[in-house]
């Protein structure tokens, strides 16, 4: 069964489904497919998914009533190479969102997981933290050029020929008891202490989710300029700390995370004092020597 909600700012269209697959699938398709049918802050939401995709293929799946799972639709107006940022600043919303609603101390973990802190024993590779939030970015193929006349300014933002699109899967574990968690360094906003509705929780994550991309487009995506790398950093309990990052190629690189680029990579200094830039991978947080 599909609903399609009349309104829940900030977005400008949303569809509800009872069960999916995975959200990021059925709105990369969807989008695809009709891109004039899903503009800007378009979201799809599953009350349930099975088949859910997480960074290096991971699979999961979350109980009926028990998580947050949607996808976005962004159209985000800045340069192409400001984009890996977006991933960072999904994060740092629903940390908001999460700090905001459940009263839990919260942070980001480079790239893509919100975590709450202190929430627990020591796990290899997550200390005492507990990840309750994961992101998963994914490209859509530029536009084509539209069939019709562009819309006029006060309507949504549709897809542009050759702009950029974006679908960002959000998944949130609302309501789990312990033994519903797939994983032992996962958690809840339930055993953090609270457990907001989803529509809540959803509404919360797209307001502030609108106001940094608002504040990241006025600065043409130069996230330090706009003050949004300092606003990561803040809350991104991966700085300071040691870390083992795992690099496509099964390459390990050890050291400490020092900084965030212009590009929102992760900067590690080695044992050895070079300075190494990581891109994409896993990153464990491990104890210090």
């Known amino acids: ?8 700012p900030p977005f400008t269209r949303v569809l509800r489904v009872a069960r999916t697959g995975s959200t990021n699938t059925d709105l990369r398709e969807a989008a695809t497919a009709d891109p004039g049918a899903w503009p800007h802050l378009s979201v799809l939401v599953a009350d349930t998914q099975d088949a859910g995709r997480g960074r290096a293929g991971r699979s999961w799946e979350t109980a009926p009533g028990t998580a947050l799972t ?15 940022w977006l991933t960072l600043l999904a994060g740092l919303a629903v940390q908001r969102a999460a700090a905001e609603l459940a009263g839990a101390r919260t942070g980001l973990k480079w790239p893509n997981d919100v975590l709450v802190l202190d929430a627990g024993e020591e796990v290899d590779g997550w ?3 507990r990840k309750v939030a994961g992101i998963l970015a994914e490209a859509l193929p530029p536009a084509e050029p539209p069939a019709a006349p562009p819309p006029s300014a006060g309507s949504p933002r549709s897809a542009r020929p050759g702009s950029a699109a974006v679908v960002l899967g959000i998944g949130v574990n ?34 502030h989710l609108a106001d940094l991309l608002g504040r990241w487009e006025a600065a043409e995506g130069d996230a330090r300029a706009a003050g949004l790398a300092d606003d990561v ?21 050890t050291g400490t995370a020092t900084a965030l680029d212009d590009d929102g990579h ?22 210090a020597d």
């Open 233 to 253: 950093a803040r809350v991104c309990v991966t700085l300071g700390r040691p870390v083992r990052a795992e690099l496509p190629g099964g390459i390990e690189v």
């Open 174 to 207: 609302v309501a789990q008891s312990p033994d519903q968690l797939p994983v032992p360094w996962a958690t809840s906003l339930r055993l953090a202490g609270t457990t907001p509705g989803a529509e809540e929780l959803l509404s919360a994550v797209g307001r």
């Open 70 to 84: 949607a996808s976005v639709l962004l159209r985000p107006r800045v340069p192409p190479g400001r984009l890996p």
């Open 127 to 129: 200390g005492a933290d």
């Open 1 to 8: 069964m599909l609903d399609d909600a009349t309104s829940l």
């Open 266 to 287: 992760l900067v590690l200094r080695t044992a050895a004092g070079e300075q190494r830039t990581v891109r994409a991978g896993d990153v464990r947080h491990v104890r």
